[in-house]
């Protein structure tokens, strides 16, 4: 086994000085040992970002984790504990983990390199301690005919003497520093090409459309090196989403069962009609379009005492459950006397419950329902602090409807309308559309990914399959003295010296030119 | 038949199989018992117990001759494979019920899996004979066919669109399939550490620790290969249904923990100081971690990946 040995006896001397310990350091950290231990550190590494959510994967999570436990705040940032994956800590253990790999693959490369061009090694004195040990008849004459036996089953030959030394799999070994490169080459090409690429979300209510430009979207992260410019005009509308629902089994009536959201693509000038599907993205110039989430969008009117629309468009509600009970929010910061906010809920199939609320029984639209509490007061948005669209801070507002104001919540169908409380103006809910949520992803890696993937999972197969052996058979006296010695993990090894050793008496046989070819399979041993 | 009917059909014959793993686990462990209470046979009786046994046999061996000693593994293994044929039914029958490949949820994962694992132990008879292994594999089929009946079935619904793909075929079909293989190879480690602590009782009659290393090893190769398999084939997918390949999201991270385990496992059997015993407490860790993804994960972790069907999936 090709380890290296960190305790060779280099590191016990009181005088290395600076070179000496540099070198010290560059040993340990280049051992198998220390690879072992990165690679489990690495593991255990990992775990916490499973346990807490992470800003990438799920920042609603971390919302909430860190509005739970506030007196925590300063220990999840303290210790990037929401952003594992990018932290100092976890980047610290791969990039050591990868610095040994390097350190271990590039003395491997260049032995590896030698011992493919050198011969294969000198035969031993003594076969008998190697393994599969064994004697078959014959003599120096017969060498020629056992090299071709070698040859043909993928060994490289040499003579010494009155021997033969060969040495096969040396494809395990190129396998294997093949395979450690490519994950080389994996971590450079997704760290250094995904910041060269962007994505972005955009809520698309259907009738909607948006252009590939930066203030369309709704978020948007760029990779470090990404340029602004390079942002292909397209342009995206959604005409129709729809969600096909189980409606036979009765374990699972309403569960979706396809979301197809149809599109028009405008680009260099052409329009065409496309589809967005769960595991079937588009394809837009140089990016990838998904369908990710999607919801009701209700279309609500606000009139003032005079009749005067001071509002009028389709609010997304995010959905809150399977059955797409959703939850909005509404600002009219201008337009009425006093700045009014609405927040409530929107059911798909709305039913009442005894308590008189409601919930929703179905998730596509029979009977659609909207519920909304008032309030008046201020909004806060004038602080200057960025708000989010879905919450409505009401701490400094009065509720007028619903809940405890003693008016009831505004509920209406489509079509209805409801006089706000305090002669503020009314209210209507004119229809209600679904939305779809795009994401926009531009990577350029994925070509490079794919192919270094295939190098790798094909060098890991070479480096974990392919038995790498030494053969030795040495002309004696007593006859063919024939024996393997294994070059990392080979079980097979001794099967492989007896069918060698079965083979050159049976070509013996054949020829006849062996009187004696069927002597007994182990001969007595004569050692030299 | 409809769908109902096959499904309850398939649950009588998942109820069939646990019976019969639940014999063949107690004919294993009568072997284990005979074998541990086998007394050294004196030099004269060893003349008649007669040719039947394994040449490197130790010379204290079991008193009882070797067809008997060896008829309650062979009954053991008979009806494991019973077993095994009736879980293979109710599996398949899983599917055609559903129309679908069965592996679509927590149930379904726990049904395909553990015919995986007692399949992989079946199977490796053509290989070796690891009948030894076969309390703790019974032991295992048993006991997770009554966790996954009781606590985790869920009648037949249609899938999520995001299974919709082939890639569920492939992606969690090498994932059992790697399970299986480890579920086997850290059998294997198991029994290596207890020889190692004390060789004695019915693991005297095992093949020695090494070879049970050097098993454990391959068998633990070949899962490693498939984990590789698994985790690129799931990135795949991700990349087509959610837009990236990697997000690191729970069950993203626990594949990679599960292959970054069974890496240290594979050099540490390269690396001297860390052969023997402590590789194999990775190969136990990396199972530990296979459970552990299958069960805590899939239940409590919450993230993109929820399938397990208990509640239903939007
Ligand atoms: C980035 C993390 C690493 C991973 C995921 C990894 C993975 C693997 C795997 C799967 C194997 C077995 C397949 C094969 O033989 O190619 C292997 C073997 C090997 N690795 Fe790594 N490796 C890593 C880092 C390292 C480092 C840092 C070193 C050097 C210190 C190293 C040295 C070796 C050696 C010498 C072998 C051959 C062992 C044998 O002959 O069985 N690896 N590695």
């Known amino acids: 086994m090709e380890t290296a040995q960190p305790d060779d006896g280099s590191g016990g001397g009181p005088r290395l000085g600076v070179r000496g310990w540099a070198r010290f350091l560059w040993r340990q950290l280049t051992s198998m040992r220390t690879a072992i231990v990165l690679l489990l550190l690495l593991a255990v590494a990992a775990i916490p970002g499973s346990l807490i959510p992470q800003r990438s994967a799920d920042p609603n999570g971390v919302i909430a984790v860190r509005e739970e436990n506030p007196e925590l705040v300063w220990l999840y940032d303290a210790l990037s504990l929401h952003d594992v994956y990018s932290s100092p800590w976890f980047s610290a253990i791969y990039i050591l983990l990868f610095t040994s790999l390097v350190g271990c693959v590039i003395p491997r490369l260049a032995h590896h390199w030698r011992a493919m061009r050198a011969r294969p090694p000198r035969t031993p004195a003594r076969l008998s301690r190697l393994v599969g040990f064994q004697t078959v008849a014959g003599d120096a004459c017969d060498l020629d005919r056992v090299d071709r036996v070698l040859r043909r089953r993928g060994y490289r030959t040499t003579r010494y003497g009155e021997s033969i030394s060969a040495e096969r799999g040396y494809l395990r070994e190129t396998g294997n520093l093949l395979f450690h490169i490519s994950m080389l080459g994996l971590l450079l090409v997704i760290g250094l090409g995904s910041g060269f690429g962007y994505d972005g979300q955009r809520l698309l209510v259907e009738g909607r459309g948006f252009a590939n430009t930066l203030s369309s979207y709704d978020s948007f992260n760029r990779g470090q090196w990404f340029d602004d410019a390079a942002l292909k005009p397209f342009a995206v509308a959604l005409d129709d989403l729809e969600v096909v629902y189980e409606t036979e089994n009765p374990n699972a009536v309403g ?37 990710i989430s999607n919801g009701y969008a209700p ?31 509404m600002k009219l910061p201008d ?20 308590t008189g609320a409601y919930a929703s029984a179905y998730p596509d639209l029979a009977f659609p329902v909207l519920s909304l509490q008032a309030f008046t007061g201020d909004l806060g948005l004038d602080a200057g602090i960025p708000r989010s669209v879905y919450a409505l801070d009401t701490d400094a507002m009065t509720q007028i409807a619903g809940g405890d104001s003693g008016v009831d919540a505004l509920t209406l169908t489509p079509g209805q309308s409801a006089e706000i409380p305090g002669g503020l ?64 993990e080979d079980p097979t090894l001794e099967r492989a010296v007896g069918d060698l050793a079965e083979r050159i008496r049976h070509e013996a046989d054949g020829r006849g030119q062996e009187p004696m070819a069927d002597a007994p399979a182990r001969e007595s041993t004569i050692d030299a | ?84 044929v009736l879980q293979l039914g109710a ?224």
């Open chain 1, 425 to 488: 103006g009314t209210i209507t809910f004119e229809d209600v559309r679904r939305y779809g949520v795009i994401e926009v992803h531009v990577d350029h890696t994925q070509t490079a990914v794919f192919w270094i993937i295939v190098v790798l999972v094909l060098s890991l197969l070479a480096s974990l399959l392919i038995p790498r052996r030494r053969m030795w058979v040495k002309a004696t006296p007593g006859g063919l003295e024939i024996a393997g010695l294994a070059r990392g």
């Open chain 1, 255 to 291: 569960a979706p069962l396809d979301f197809t959201a149809r599109v028009t693509v405008t680009e260099d000038g052409a329009q065409r009609q496309a589809q967005i599907k769960v595991n079937h993205p588009l394809r837009v110039a140089d990016a990838d379009l998904y369908l």
């Open chain 2, 1 to 84: 038949m409809t769908v109902a009917e096959l499904d309850s059909f398939s649950l009588l014959l998942v109820y069939s199989a646990m019976a019969v793993y639940t014999l063949a686990f107690v004919a294993f462990a009568a072997d284990i018992a005979r074998r541990s209470a086998a007394r050294p046979v004196p030099v004269e009786a060893r003349e008649l117990v007669g040719a039947g046994g394994p040449a490197e046999r130790p010379r204290h061996e079991t008193a009882a001759p070797a067809a008997v000693r060896h008829r309650a593994a062979r009954v053991g293994y008979a009806l494991t494979v019973i077993g095994w």
């Open chain 1, 299 to 329: 279309r609500i009117s606000v009139r003032d005492a005079s009749g005067q629309v001071v509002y009028d468009e389709y609010t997304p509600f995010l959905a809150q459950d399977n059955l797409y009970t959703s939850l909005g929010v």
């Open chain 2, 91 to 314: 599996t398949v029958l899983r599917g055609v019920a559903a129309g679908r490949v069965p592996w679509a949820n927590m149930y379904e994962f726990a049904l395909t899996g553990i015919a995986v694992i007692v399949g992989v132990f079946v199977m490796s008879r053509l290989w070796r004979d690891l009948t030894f292994l076969g309390v703790f594999i019974t032991g295992i089929a048993t006991l997770f066919l009554g966790v996954a009946t009781v606590n985790v079935y869920v009648p037949v619904v249609p899938l999520a669109p995001a299974l919709q793909t082939p890639w569920l075929v492939i992606h969690v079909f090498v994932a059992t399939l790697a399970a299986g293989f480890f579920a086997l190879g850290s059998g294997l480690s198991l029994l290596q550490l207890l020889k190692e602590r004390r060789d004695g009782g019915f693991l005297r009659s095992l093949p020695t620790a090494a070879q049970m290393e050097d098993l454990a090893y391959r068998v633990g190769v070949i899962g490693f290969i498939f984990w590789t398999f698994t985790l690129i084939a799931g990135a795949i997918w991700a990349e087509s249904a959610w837009g990236r390949y990697w997000g690191w999201d729970t069950k993203e991270v626990w594949t990679f923990v599960i292959w970054v385990i069974y890496a240290g496992y594979i050099h540490a059997r390269a690396t001297r100081g860390w052969r023997g015993s402590r590789s194999a407490w990775l190969q136990l860790i990396g199972f530990g971690a296979i459970i552990f993804n299958y069960t805590v994960v899939n239940l409590y972790f919450t993230g993109l990946h929820a399938y397990s069907g208990l509640t239903t999936a939007t």
């Open chain 1, 335 to 354: 337009g009425l006397e006093q700045q009014v906010g609405l927040r409530g809920f929107f059911y798909p199939t709305g039913v009442q419950l005894e």
